[in-house]
Nanobody, 128 residues
């Protein structure tokens, strides 16, 4: 059974930092592209960042470039998202998501429908 369990969310002041983790199990983590997706209150899901299986292709949406860093540890089956210089607009539930097809990907899909498993999400609230 595929399981993705996010942790690390919380309440932080603007300008602060958080590190999200996603523990994966039930599949061969090392061969799948993984992404972080967020959903702000009253809005749809928004793809945020993705990393391919070998960590040599990484993509971000423009609004988080230079502030967020996605990484993975294939030995630990864990995906990370380091978030710095947080803004109120970053407030959302953050989900990790598994891409539906295995293997090395030259480009990271930003199409949410192409991800087949999701975690339960972790809440990130940026507020003073």
């Amino acid at each position: 059974e595929v399981q993705l369990v996010e942790s690390g969310g919380g309440l932080v002041q603007p300008g602060g930092s958080l590190r999200l983790s996603c523990a994966a199990s039930g599949f061969t983590f090392s061969v799948y592209t993984m992404s972080w997706v967020r959903q702000a209150p009253g809005k749809g899901r928004e793809w945020v960042a993705g990393i391919n299986s070998g960590s040599n292709r990484i993509t971000y949406i423009d609004s988080v470039k230079g502030r967020f860093t996605i990484s993975r540890d294939n030995a630990k089956n864990t995906l990370y998202l380091q978030m710095n210089s947080l803004k109120p607009d970053d407030t959302a539930v953050y989900y990790c998501a598994k891409y539906s097809s295995p293997g090395w990907q030259a480009t990271i899909s930003q199409i949410i429908g192409e991800y087949d498993y999701w975690g339960q999400g972790t809440q990130v609230t940026v507020s003073s």
